[in-house]
């Protein structure tokens, strides 16, 4: 659901920074389905790449083969990213919280973490320069606090501080898409409220998994399930060996 859903938000012919698992099926499957002249872009370097398998991390080699291009990582993240001719950017996080701040960073503080997390690889720099981001994560409410505990990719406010106050070029988490419904900035407060609902979640279960009293829509749109022909493609031509599709 969250891979065909994810699918749905990107439009032909865009630039897209994917990182490997659930936003790269989503991309191949974008582009099998609707879009085929989307553009992916790898951090490792790999440009307008067309793997004819499923990649199992930014280094395989699938991703070279056929590609437009193959170049460094400073060059992705200056000619391209910093440059902005990225589009679309895909991110996910241990935490997001009430204004799509990221954090892959620690978990407690900072000094003294009960958890130490990968850090932020490309992912501030995403958020900061791609025209818009999407976030997929999973619901849960450690996952979804008001506040997270350290901001590695800023969403759409900061420590009380807008996007365009912080001189970010890029319009930052404009969708969370979780595996119960979809999150969507608010464009006067950037909250991220509740704006559609999955076939039988209802807002109250939503609710249950973020740590913030959620704002809703106006009117709740509600998701399609995936189609026969986007269930298909994930799940034999795309993920065969459910790498991604586990469960």
Not at 35 to 48: F, H, T
Not at 56 to 66: E, K, M, Y
Not at 102 to 120: A, C, E, K, M, Q
Not at 227 to 241: F, G
């Amino acid at each position: 659901m969250m891979a065909a859903v994810a699918a749905r938000e990107l439009r032909d012919g865009e630039v897209v920074f994917v990182g490997i698992g659930l936003p790269n099926l989503a991309c191949n499957l974008a582009r099998r389905m609707h879009a085929p002249r989307l553009v992916l872009i790898y951090e490792s370097g790999a440009v307008g790449a067309v793997p004819e398998r499923l990649p199992v991390s930014i280094g395989d080699p699938a991703l070279v083969t056929g590609s437009l291009m193959v170049c460094g990582m400073a060059d992705v993240f200056q000619l391209f990213l910093q440059n902005g001719r990225i589009e679309v950017g895909f991110l996910g996080g241990a935490q997001v919280d009430r204004y799509g701040n990221i954090n892959t960073t620690v978990i407690g503080s900072y000094d003294r973490p009960t958890v130490r997390l990968p850090g932020s690889g490309g992912a501030a720099e995403i958020a900061v320069h791609a025209h818009r981001t999407l976030i997929v994560a999973k619901l849960n409410p450690r996952g979804f606090p008001e506040q997270v505990d350290f901001i590695t990719s800023p969403g759409q406010r900061s420590r009380g501080a807008a996007r365009r106050e912080l001189g970010m070029p890029g319009r930052g988490p404009v969708k969370v898409i979780t595996d119960k419904a979809i999150l969507e900035a608010n464009g006067t407060t950037g909250e991220m409220t509740l704006a559609a609902l999955y076939p039988g979640v209802s807002a109250e279960a939503v609710q249950a998994g973020v740590g913030w009293p959620l704002t809703r829509a106006p009117r709740l749109g509600a998701v399609a399930p995936p189609s026969a022909a986007e269930l298909r493609l994930l799940r034999d031509v795309l993920d065969p060996k459910r790498l991604y599709l586990r469960g």
